[in-house]
């Protein structure tokens, strides 16, 4: 069964005088484990309660569009022309990193290695079986079973896709050509699921199984993951200092609208996808009291959020791109042009 998850936690009244202003947010469902967190920490701060729906990227970008959600989330930045077409403002707020678990029998995390061209292989269909002499290469001392390959991707239009999509494209000519980028794209093989959960659920239920998905449900779930070869040509592990060793390439001070993708990025300890979650906003604030109750809260998440994402291994923006962030809010205006922030 597809599930959405969603976080809702209900504003409290403050009685000597007015309710608290609730946050509503929706999209990607790479971030929510720490957004969840975020939240319930927030909650007992301030009493300002977010109702935050996990139901993708593609779906978080619809909703900010229409309207129908204070702010959006997605792991696929928008470029400066979508953004000003669409008159949206965008900025980082998490990085984490996407990795591949497998459900093996007798194999546990870290055993097994891919590179970038044999994981394409993989979900092109070409690659079918665990005991494939591609596999068998990159995993010499490994009992790989003869086994078919149960391939799950994401169903529903997704940032995590769109990361994964990316890093293939860089790495192999044949996904780039055939297949492409996308938040959703037409799978040449698998099976569906929706959300990193559904997918984490997929995978752990299906025996033989590959899949993608954010590192916090791959902890949470307890699931093996898989070791990647990354641009230096490095066997890495997925984990808090290769996400950060990725994320340390970035040029945030450069980038027009925050447009930043942090996948296959060189360094030796580098986690090849590697990505930040983007929030997106109205430049024109059609309820200035809802969003700026919403900057409060990212604001606290920037200044005192980093120590609950670390426990989560997702990677914190840094200071200074934080600040960078907070002077572009300035540019959010009510509906008599002045500033909200």
Do not use: C
């Not at 999209?27 to 009493?47: L, M």
């Not at 669409?86 to 497998?102: A, D, K, N, R, T």
């Not at 192999?172 to 699921?193: E, Q």
């Amino acid at each position: 069964m597809h599930r959405i998850f969603v976080l809702t936690i209900v504003a409290v009244f403050v009685w000597n005088t007015s309710q608290a202003q609730n946050i509503s947010g929706g999209g990607a469902t790479f971030p929510y484990p720490v957004y969840s967190k975020w939240a319930t920490a927030y909650k007992q701060k301030t009493g300002v309660g977010l109702n935050y729906q996990a139901i993708g990227s593609g779906g978080g970008i619809k909703q900010i569009k229409s309207k129908t959600v204070t702010f959006g989330a997605s792991d696929m930045p928008l470029t400066p022309e979508e953004l000003n077409g669409s008159g949206l403002l965008q900025f980082p707020m998490i990085m984490g990193g996407v990795v591949l678990v497998v459900n093996l029998k007798g194999i546990g995390p870290g055993e097994i290695t891919f590179d970038g061209p044999t994981l394409a292989d993989v979900y092109l269909g070409g690659i079918t079986k665990w005991n494939d002499p591609k596999i068998k290469a990159l995993n010499a001392t490994v009992n790989l079973p003869d086994k078919a390959i149960a391939v799950v991707y994401r169903s529903d239009g997704s940032g995590t896709s769109f990361l994964f999509t990316d890093y293939l494209s860089k790495v192999s000519p044949a996904w780039k050509d055939k297949v492409g980028v996308n938040t959703s794209v037409s799978w040449p093989v698998g099976l569906g699921a929706k959300g990193n959960a559904g997918v984490a659920n997929q995978a752990r239920q299906t025996d033989g199984a590959i899949g993608f998905v954010e590192y916090a449900y791959a902890k949470q779930n307890k699931m093996t993951y898989t070791k990647i070869i990354n641009a230096d040509g490095v066997p890495v592990a997925p984990s808090l200092e290769t996400f950060r060793a990725a994320a340390e390439h970035a040029d945030w001070s450069q980038s027009a609208s925050f447009y930043v993708l942090l996948t296959n990025q060189p360094g030796a300890d580098s986690w090849p996808i590697t990505g930040a979650s983007f929030i997106l906003l109205h430049q024109k604030a059609d309820k200035p009291a809802a969003v700026l109750a919403a900057l409060k809260f990212f604001d606290w998440a920037y200044q005192h959020g980093a120590e609950i994402a670390e426990e989560l291994d997702y990677v914190p923006v840094p200071g200074s791109v934080a600040k960078l962030v907070e002077k572009s809010w300035k540019e959010i205006k009510d509906g008599s042009g002045k500033s909200i922030w």
